[in-house]
């Protein structure tokens, strides 16, 4: 079960410690920065919306989903907030394994409050790339699902720096069909050349 928290909230806190949860809820409003937390994380999974946070905040280890399992969840359902994990001791080799999932770092407990607060206003920063260079992403992709099969032939040939000519003897087309798709695959990437379709295919594809 989750509060309410604001609805500016950027932070999402998951933890099954109730004082752990009130303690760093105080925390961030003393700083400026409203939390939303969640006693688990199948709390967090049933939220609306998960990846409208800025970042997350989440234990290592928790009954039923731990931090860990939490993270590579959100992984395969989309965008992921970067992430921080608060670890006891003994979990800190856990904490290293999750730093290779694509978390930002982990705290060990007891934190020193400011390191924390720090911390997570580095990932509030750092969501805002992120969030952008995946949303392109998600664009390019798309783009590329709308080319058909035969603009894809073409487009791998042109990018491999062979010419109409080539392509169409590789192809068994005429240059002026070469052409078209050609230009058709410019138009529907959004770019004017090759070359800048090359450097946003190695960018974002």
């Known amino acids: 079960m989750s509060s309410t928290g604001s609805s500016e909230s950027r932070i999402a806190l998951v933890d ?46 928790m009954p039923g989903m731990g931090g860990m399992a939490l993270l590579q969840t959100l992984q ?15 979990d800190v080799p856990q904490a290293v394994a999750a730093l290779k999932l694509g978390a930002v770092d982990f705290l060990e407990k007891p934190f020193d409050d400011n390191a924390l607060v720090s911390l997570v206003e580095h990932c509030l920063q750092l969501d805002v ?54 230009a058709r695959v410019l138009d529907k990437m959004g770019v004017k050349s090759a070359v800048e379709l090359a450097n946003l295919l190695k960018t974002y594809g």
């Not at 395969?76 to 003994?90: D, E, K, S």
């Not at 080319?147 to 894809?152: I, N």
């Open 129 to 182: 790339a992120q969030r952008a260079t995946y949303q392109q992403r998600g664009l390019v992709r798309q783009r590329l699902s709308e080319l058909t099969p035969r603009e894809h032939e073409v487009m791998v040939l042109f990018l491999d720096g062979k010419l109409n000519k080539q392509i169409a003897d590789e192809l068994a087309i005429s240059m002026k069909t070469v052409e078209v798709h050609r």
């Open 76 to 90: 395969a359902q989309g965008y992921t907030p970067p992430t921080v994990f608060l670890t006891g001791h003994g």
């Open 16 to 61: 099954d410690d109730a004082a752990v949860r009130d303690a760093l809820r105080w925390l961030f409003a003393s700083r400026g920065h409203a939390v939303t937390p969640f006693d688990s994380a199948q709390a967090l999974l049933s939220d609306r919306d998960p990846s409208r946070f800025a970042c997350l905040i989440l234990d290592l280890r």
